[in-house]
C-alpha cells in the first residue's frame, strides 16, 4: 500500500480552482521534489494535504496510510502522522516555544495510549532534537516564532518535525530566504530525520535545496497541474533551462 | 429624562449627603482630616453622579453603583489564614495589609524594608506641608465625582513617605481585603498617598481582594515621584464577582522620574480605574498597561489622560482585553501634548479579543498636541481569535478546543509574563488565564 495517493486533485480557494487535476502516488522511503513558477498552485497543495479549512477540495481523492484524507481534521492528519512545515510560519507571541512544543509531543502520545512527558523529562528529548537541527538552546524560552529570523523560523519548523517525527513530511519553500549556511543546516536537520519508513515532498521554487536533499522524484507544477515528472537530473535541466520549456506546452 | 429618574438620582445625592453627615458626627472621622472631608463633599456636590452623556463615562453605566444604598465599612474582623494565603511569598516581610481601607498593623510585616521604608496615618502626615497641598489642590481640580467622594470620607489612608536615595530589595505588596456583608452594601475608601523622595527607587504592589461581595471599594492613590525617582506599580484586582471597584490613580512625576504601572483587572459588576497622570518636567517616564479578561457580565473600564507637560517625556501605553460571555470593556485614553513640550514620545495602543457576539468593547485612543516636534502613536485592535495561528497549532495535533485556548491565553500572557513579579504572573494565572482553560477545555 502506498503511503500517499492523491487522485484527479481538483481544489480552491474562495471560489477559484487552483489546483487542476493532480495525482501522485507516494511510498514510504521516498523524497519527492515540486517545483514550479509562482502561482502554479504549489502551496495550495500544501494547505489541501494539511486540512486548511478555507481550501475546498471540489474533485479527486487522497488516501493515506489507506485512510481518507479528505475526512480527517486537521489534527486529526498531524496525529496520524502528516506533517506541513509551512513557508510562513506564524507568529504566536505569549505562547512558549518549549511548552507548545511539548504540547503538540504528549497530543501525540496521548494519541498513541502512552503517558505524557513532563517538562523535565521533554527538555532532554527537546535539547537533543535541538542540536540535531542546529538551533541555540535560547530558542526554547522564546514566544513561538516571534522576533525570530527567517531563518530560525524554517530551523524550528525543522524541530517540530524532529520532535514529531512524522511519516509524511511536506515542506512549503523551506529553502526560500535561507542564506546558504542556514540551507545546509536545515538540509542537514531534515537528512538525518528521513528513512525508509517516511516520505518526504519538498515544495519549491529553487533547485537549490536539491543540491543537499536530494530527492529520487521531480515533479514539476505548472496552472495547476504536474506536467512533468522525472529523477533528480529534471532539476538540474530546470535550473539550466528555467521553466518555460516545461510549462509551454501545457498552456 | 423622566422626571422619576431625575428624582432617583437626587435621592441618591441626598443619601450619600446623610451618611457623610453621619460619619463626620461619628468616631470614625478624623479632627486634622475634617477640612478635606468638607471639601470633598462640596466637590460631590458639584459634580453630582454621573449621568449617561458625562464625558468621563461615555462607556460606563454607573447607574447601578449610584442607585446603591451604601453604609460606611466597619474594618472586620478578617480570617487571619484567609489574608495570609493572599501574602505573596517574596513579600512575606514586606506586606501592608489593609481591611476596608484601615491600615492592620497586626496583620502586616514591613520588616524585610528596613528604617527608610516609612508608612504613616494621613490623618498625622497632613501636618506636612506638600502632603496637605496635594490632597487639597487635587480637590480643586477633581472632575471625577468617585474620586471626590473618596477626600470626603477619607478617615484612614496611610502615606508612605520614601526619602531620597532610598531603593529596596523587595516589593512591597499593599493587601486591601474589602469583607463585605450578607446584609446591607458596604464602601470603603482607600487613601494611599506614596512620596518618593531624589533618586529613591520603589516597587508596590495593591492587591484588591474581597472574602465576600455586596461592597464597594472607592480607591484613591497618589504618586509624588520626585526627581530621579522610580515606581513601579503592578495593580492586582481579584474582587470578589459581586463587588463594584473604582478607583482613582495621580501621578506627579518631576525631572527624570519614572513610573512603571501595570494593572491587572479580573472584572466584576463595575471596575473603572482612572489614572490623572502629569509628567511635569524633562525626561520623565511612563509606562502603564492593563490586562483583562472578562466572562460572564464582568465589566472593566480604563480612563486616562495623560499630560505631558515638559520636553523629552515618554508615556507607553498597552492594554490588553479578552472579553467572553457578556463582558464589557473600555479604554477611554487621552494624552495630552503641551504646547512647549518638544520631542515628546507617546505610544498607546489597545488590543481587544473577542470571543463571543454579545462581548462589548468600547476604545476611544486620542490625541492632543499642542507642539509640534513629537513623535505620538495611538491605535486599537478588535478580533476575533486568528484563523491562520489557530490552523497551525492544529496541524502540530492540538485539538481545536486547547489550541483556542492557548491563542487566548497568550494574547494576554504576552503581557503578563512582562511583569518582573514571579508571584503576581502566578496569582494572574489562576485568576485570568484560568477563566479561559475552563471556557475551552
Given at each position: 500500500?502506498?503511503?500517499?495517493?492523491?487522485k484527479?486533485?481538483?481544489?480552491?480557494f474562495?471560489?477559484?480552482?487552483?489546483?487542476?487535476g493532480?495525482?501522485?502516488?507516494?511510498?514510504a522511503?521516498?523524497v519527492?521534489a515540486i517545483?514550479?513558477?509562482?502561482?502554479?498552485?504549489?502551496?495550495?497543495l500544501?494547505?489541501?494535504?494539511?486540512?486548511?479549512?478555507?481550501?475546498?477540495?471540489?474533485?479527486?481523492?487522497?488516501?493515506?496510510?489507506?485512510?481518507?484524507?479528505l475526512?480527517?481534521?486537521?489534527?486529526?492528519?498531524?496525529?496520524a502522522?502528516?506533517?506541513l512545515g509551512?513557508?510562513?510560519p506564524?507568529?504566536?507571541?505569549?505562547?512558549?516555544?518549549?511548552?507548545?512544543?511539548?504540547m503538540?509531543?504528549?497530543?501525540k502520545?496521548?494519541?498513541q495510549?502512552?503517558?505524557?512527558?513532563d517538562?523535565?523529562d521533554f527538555?532532554?528529548?527537546?535539547d537533543e532534537?535541538m542540536?540535531?537541527?542546529?538551533?541555540?538552546?535560547?530558542?526554547?524560552?522564546?514566544?513561538?516564532?516571534?522576533?525570530?529570523?527567517?531563518?530560525?523560523?524554517?530551523?524550528?519548523?525543522?524541530?517540530?518535525?524532529?520532535?514529531?517525527?512524522?511519516?509524511?513530511?511536506?515542506l512549503?519553500?523551506?529553502d526560500?530566504?535561507l542564506?546558504?549556511?542556514?540551507l545546509?543546516?536545515?538540509?542537514q536537520?531534515?537528512n538525518?530525520?528521513?528513512?525508509?519508513n517516511?516520505?518526504?515532498?519538498?515544495?519549491?521554487?529553487?533547485?537549490?535545496?536539491?543540491?543537499?536533499?536530494?530527492?529520487?522524484?521531480?515533479?514539476v507544477?505548472?496552472?495547476?497541474?504536474i506536467?512533468?515528472?522525472g529523477?533528480k537530473e529534471?532539476?538540474?535541466?530546470?535550473e539550466?533551462?528555467g521553466?518555460d520549456?516545461?510549462?509551454?506546452?501545457?498552456? | 429624562?423622566?422626571?422619576?429618574?431625575?428624582?432617583?438620582?437626587?435621592?441618591?445625592?441626598?443619601?450619600?449627603l446623610?451618611?457623610?453627615k453621619?460619619?463626620?458626627?461619628g468616631?470614625q472621622?478624623?479632627?486634622?482630616?475634617?477640612?478635606?472631608?468638607?471639601?470633598?463633599?462640596?466637590?460631590?456636590e458639584?459634580?453630582?453622579?454621573p449621568?449617561?452623556k458625562?464625558?468621563?463615562?461615555?462607556?460606563v453605566n454607573?447607574?447601578?453603583?449610584?442607585g446603591?444604598s451604601?453604609?460606611l465599612?466597619?474594618?472586620?474582623?478578617?480570617d487571619?489564614?484567609?489574608?495570609?494565603?493572599?501574602?505573596?511569598?517574596?513579600c512575606?516581610?514586606?506586606?501592608?495589609?489593609f481591611?476596608?481601607g484601615?491600615?492592620q498593623?497586626n496583620l502586616?510585616?514591613?520588616?524585610?524594608?528596613g528604617?527608610?521604608?516609612?508608612?504613616?496615618?494621613?490623618?498625622d502626615?497632613?501636618v506636612?506641608d506638600?502632603?496637605?497641598?496635594?490632597?487639597?489642590?487635587?480637590?480643586?481640580e477633581?472632575?471625577?465625582v468617585?474620586?471626590?467622594?473618596n477626600?470626603a470620607f477619607m478617615?484612614?489612608?496611610?502615606?508612605?513617605?520614601?526619602?531620597?536615595?532610598?531603593?529596596?530589595?523587595?516589593?512591597?505588596?499593599?493587601?486591601?481585603?474589602?469583607?463585605?456583608?450578607s446584609?446591607?452594601?458596604?464602601?470603603?475608601?482607600?487613601r494611599?498617598v506614596?512620596?518618593l523622595?531624589?533618586?529613591?527607587?520603589l516597587?508596590?504592589?495593591p492587591?484588591?481582594?474581597?472574602?465576600r461581595?455586596?461592597?464597594?471599594?472607592?480607591?484613591?492613590?497618589?504618586?509624588?515621584?520626585?526627581d530621579?525617582?522610580?515606581?513601579t506599580?503592578?495593580?492586582?484586582?481579584?474582587?470578589?464577582a459581586?463587588s463594584?471597584?473604582v478607583?482613582k490613580?495621580?501621578?506627579?512625576?518631576?525631572?527624570?522620574?519614572?513610573?512603571?504601572?501595570?494593572?491587572?483587572?479580573s472584572?466584576?459588576?463595575?471596575t473603572?480605574?482612572?489614572?490623572?497622570i502629569h509628567?511635569?518636567?524633562e525626561?520623565?517616564?511612563l509606562?502603564?498597561s492593563?490586562a483583562?479578561?472578562?466572562?460572564h457580565?464582568e465589566?472593566v473600564?480604563?480612563?486616562?489622560?495623560i499630560?505631558?507637560e515638559?520636553?523629552?517625556?515618554?508615556?507607553?501605553?498597552?492594554?490588553?482585553?479578552?472579553?467572553?460571555?457578556?463582558?464589557?470593556?473600555?479604554?477611554?485614553?487621552?494624552?495630552?501634548?503641551?504646547k512647549g513640550a518638544?520631542l515628546?514620545?507617546?505610544?498607546?495602543?489597545?488590543?481587544?479579543?473577542?470571543?463571543?457576539?454579545?462581548?462589548?468593547?468600547d476604545?476611544k485612543?486620542?490625541?492632543?498636541?499642542?507642539?509640534d516636534?513629537?513623535?505620538?502613536t495611538?491605535?486599537?485592535?478588535?478580533?476575533?481569535?486568528?484563523?491562520?495561528q489557530?490552523?497551525?497549532?492544529?496541524?502540530?495535533?492540538?485539538?481545536?478546543?486547547l489550541a483556542?485556548?492557548l491563542l487566548?491565553?497568550?494574547?494576554?500572557?504576552?503581557?503578563i509574563q512582562t511583569?518582573?513579579f514571579?508571584?503576581v504572573v502566578?496569582?494572574?494565572?489562576e485568576i485570568?488565564?484560568?477563566?479561559?482553560?475552563a471556557?475551552?477545555?
Amino acid at each position: 500500500m502506498s503511503l500517499l495517493e492523491i487522485k484527479d486533485l481538483h481544489a480552491g480557494f474562495e471560489g477559484t480552482e487552483i489546483v487542476k487535476g493532480v495525482s501522485l502516488t507516494i511510498n514510504a522511503g521516498e523524497v519527492h521534489a515540486i517545483m514550479g513558477p509562482n502561482g502554479s498552485g504549489k502551496s495550495t497543495l500544501s494547505k489541501v494535504l494539511a486540512g486548511h479549512p478555507s481550501y475546498v477540495v471540489s474533485k479527486g481523492s487522497i488516501t493515506y496510510n489507506g485512510q481518507d484524507l479528505l475526512e480527517m481534521d486537521a489534527e486529526e492528519r498531524a496525529l496520524a502522522g502528516v506533517f506541513l512545515g509551512f513557508q510562513y510560519p506564524v507568529e504566536i507571541p505569549g505562547v512558549n516555544n518549549a511548552e507548545f512544543l511539548r504540547m503538540a509531543y504528549n497530543a501525540k502520545l496521548v494519541k498513541q495510549g502512552q503517558d505524557e512527558v513532563d517538562p523535565l523529562d521533554f527538555d532532554e528529548i527537546l535539547d537533543e532534537k535541538m542540536k540535531m537541527v542546529g538551533m541555540d538552546k535560547k530558542y526554547k524560552d522564546r514566544f513561538l516564532n516571534e522576533g525570530f529570523s527567517g531563518g530560525e523560523k524554517k530551523k524550528n519548523e525543522i524541530l517540530q518535525m524532529a520532535v514529531l517525527d512524522p511519516k509524511l513530511t511536506i515542506l512549503d519553500e523551506t529553502d526560500s530566504g535561507l542564506d546558504i549556511d542556514a540551507l545546509k543546516v536545515v538540509a542537514q536537520g531534515v537528512n538525518k530525520l528521513t528513512n525508509e519508513n517516511n516520505a518526504l515532498i519538498m515544495i519549491t521554487h529553487y533547485q537549490r535545496l536539491l543540491n543537499y536533499i536530494e530527492p529520487q522524484f521531480v515533479h514539476v507544477f505548472s496552472g495547476g497541474k504536474i506536467v512533468k515528472s522525472g529523477g533528480k537530473e529534471l532539476a538540474h535541466e530546470l535550473e539550466a533551462q528555467g521553466y518555460d520549456w516545461v510549462t509551454a506546452p501545457a498552456k | 429624562m423622566s422626571g422619576s429618574a431625575v428624582e432617583k438620582t437626587e435621592s441618591q445625592e441626598t443619601a450619600v449627603l446623610a451618611l457623610h453627615k453621619k460619619f463626620l458626627g461619628g468616631e470614625q472621622a478624623k479632627a486634622p482630616l475634617r477640612s478635606i472631608n468638607e471639601a470633598g463633599i462640596k466637590r460631590f456636590e458639584l459634580l453630582k453622579f454621573p449621568h449617561k452623556k458625562h464625558e468621563m463615562y461615555t462607556f460606563v453605566n454607573t447607574h447601578e453603583l449610584a442607585g446603591t444604598s451604601f453604609e460606611l465599612a466597619g474594618e472586620g474582623p478578617v480570617d487571619t489564614a484567609w489574608v495570609q494565603s493572599r501574602i505573596y511569598p517574596a513579600c512575606k516581610h514586606s506586606v501592608a495589609v489593609f481591611v476596608n481601607g484601615a491600615f492592620q498593623a497586626n496583620l502586616s510585616d514591613l520588616s524585610g524594608l528596613g528604617d527608610s521604608f516609612k508608612i504613616q496615618c494621613l490623618s498625622d502626615a497632613v501636618v506636612d506641608d506638600e502632603i496637605k497641598q496635594t490632597l487639597i489642590d487635587s480637590l480643586e481640580e477633581e472632575n471625577d465625582v468617585f474620586a471626590a467622594l473618596n477626600s470626603a470620607f477619607m478617615h484612614h489612608g496611610v502615606l508612605i513617605d520614601i526619602p531620597a536615595k532610598a531603593t529596596f530589595d523587595v516589593p512591597v505588596q499593599l493587601l486591601y481585603v474589602s469583607t463585605g456583608t450578607s446584609s446591607g452594601a458596604v464602601v470603603s475608601h482607600p487613601r494611599l498617598v506614596v512620596r518618593l523622595g531624589e533618586m529613591a527607587e520603589l516597587k508596590v504592589l495593591p492587591v484588591y481582594a474581597g472574602t465576600r461581595g455586596n461592597y464597594c471599594v472607592n480607591a484613591v492613590n497618589d504618586f509624588i515621584i520626585k526627581d530621579g525617582a522610580g515606581v513601579t506599580c503592578t495593580q492586582v484586582q481579584k474582587d470578589d464577582a459581586e463587588s463594584w471597584h473604582v478607583s482613582k490613580t495621580r501621578v506627579q512625576v518631576h525631572r527624570d522620574g519614572r513610573l512603571f504601572a501595570r494593572n491587572a483587572s479580573s472584572g466584576n459588576r463595575l471596575t473603572r480605574h482612572h489614572y490623572e497622570i502629569h509628567l511635569k518636567e524633562e525626561g520623565a517616564e511612563l509606562l502603564l498597561s492593563g490586562a483583562t479578561v472578562l466572562v460572564h457580565q464582568e465589566q472593566v473600564h480604563n480612563f486616562i489622560r495623560i499630560h505631558h507637560e515638559a520636553p523629552h517625556c515618554t508615556s507607553e501605553q498597552l492594554f490588553k482585553n479578552v472579553i467572553n460571555d457578556k463582558g464589557r470593556s473600555s479604554v477611554d485614553g487621552t494624552v495630552i501634548v503641551n504646547k512647549g513640550a518638544q520631542l515628546t514620545n507617546s505610544n498607546q495602543l489597545i488590543n481587544n479579543l473577542m470571543l463571543s457576539d454579545e462581548a462589548h468593547s468600547d476604545n476611544k485612543p486620542n490625541l492632543m498636541i499642542f507642539a509640534d516636534d513629537v513623535k505620538c502613536t495611538h491605535g486599537t485592535t478588535v478580533g476575533q481569535i486568528d484563523e491562520d495561528q489557530l490552523f497551525y497549532l492544529k496541524t502540530r495535533g492540538l485539538s481545536e478546543a486547547l489550541a483556542k485556548s492557548l491563542l487566548t491565553t497568550s494574547f494576554v500572557n504576552s503581557l503578563i509574563q512582562t511583569i518582573p513579579f514571579p508571584d503576581v504572573v502566578a496569582d494572574l494565572n489562576e485568576i485570568l488565564l484560568k477563566k479561559l482553560e475552563a471556557k475551552h477545555a
